[in-house]
């Protein structure tokens, strides 16, 4: 790709000023190919893979590889993934564990770092309704507040909101039920795998978790389990 931007065959993304243009973005197997929606970039990109399959002798899995374009036309896109035999990708889309394209100010922050903050608490423990209630405001506040110290109405309520898209939400998790979710997890589990060892100590302890959904009564000096 060095070479390809020294004889000029290959024209990578100018940000202006001096500096150079960026046409390679790479950390350990997740590669990004950034130029200019030309035909010249095209045939340039499909030589050099095409090289390094042959001087590797490994293959380019092209299945899992996506072209995304940026003011560029859908049929220059669609050119694109034919030509490059890819699919044709969208934004945003993930890049290392991040959206990229998004909003990063809302939704996408409050699914990604909001909900996943605490995620490893709420696979443990069932989270008291008080502790539920402030991760809600925080995130109520953070989706309507506009300036800093500012303020703006709710106008949807939060239960719309935590709708999927379809249903005419914005697709936020519902920390309450994210949270039976991640302790439903460790029922379904301790039912597919009962010889794990803490499923044997869960059973020893409180017996088989089948006779559970037998009982109408369960003792409140027991444990959260």
Not at 18 to 26: A, M, R, T
Not at 123 to 129: D, E, Y
């Amino acid at each position: 790709m060095t070479r390809a931007l020294d004889m000029n065959l290959f024209t990578g993304l100018h940000l202006g000023g001096e500096s150079s243009p960026i046409s390679l973005l790479q950390f350990a197997d997740d590669t990004l190919i950034i130029g200019e929606a030309t035909m010249q970039n095209l045939w340039c990109l499909k030589a050099i893979l095409r090289c390094f399959e042959l001087i590797s002798g490994m293959k380019i899995n092209f299945h899992k590889s996506y072209v995304v374009g940026i003011h560029s036309g859908v049929d220059f896109i669609d050119l694109a993934a034919s030509f490059l035999h890819c699919k044709v990708g969208q934004l945003p889309f993930k890049h290392l564990g991040l959206p990229l394209g998004a909003n990063p100010k809302k939704v996408t922050l409050i699914n990604s770092v909001l909900n996943a903050m605490p995620i490893h608490f709420l696979s443990f423990f069932k989270a008291p309704n008080s502790v539920i209630k402030e991760i809600v405001a925080i995130q109520r506040d953070f989706l309507w507040r506009g300036a800093k110290d500012g303020s703006k109405i709710p106008w949807v309520k939060w239960e719309t909101v935590c709708k999927s898209k379809d249903e005419g939400g914005l697709g936020i998790k519902d920390v309450k039920l994210l949270n039976w979710a991640l302790l439903g997890k460790w029922v379904w589990r301790c039912l597919l795998s009962p010889g794990m060892m803490w499923a044997k100590v869960l059973h020893g302890r409180y017996g088989h978790i089948e006779s559970f959904f037998k009982c109408s009564n369960v003792d409140r000096r027991a444990s959260w389990w």
